[in-house]
């Protein structure tokens, strides 16, 4: 859905920065989770707005020990500039 094109992005960022701190590949995480490492390229990749199912994102949170919900935490922003221009 383009409407959540920025929150895709955010989401995929944040995935590949906590992977990447835990020391993983993308086919590592890959393989963890039971997806293909294109699959994580495409979730990753910050100009292809990617969605992923909720299972998906726990799967992703246990496998980087990271709490589900800062996946979900967005800068506002970064999503609405035109929003904040306004005033």
Same mark, same amino acid.
């Given at each position: 859905?383009?409407? &959540?094109?920025?929150? &895709? ?7 590949? &920065? ?13 393989e ?16 292809i ?9 726990? !799967?992703?949170?246990?496998?980087? !020990? ?17 929003? &904040?221009?306004?005033?």
């Open positions: 859905n383009p409407v &959540y094109e920025a929150e &895709y992005r955010q989401l995929g960022l944040k995935i590949a &920065y906590y992977r990447k701190l835990r020391g993983l590949t993308q086919e590592q995480l890959a963890k989770i039971n997806r293909t490492p294109a699959f994580i390229g495409h979730v990753e990749a910050p100009n707005p990617k969605a992923v199912s909720l299972d998906t994102l726990f !799967d992703i949170s246990s496998v980087l !020990d990271v709490p589900a919900h800062k996946f979900l935490l967005f800068e506002i922003e970064s999503l609405a500039p035109d929003f &904040y221009c306004n005033f």
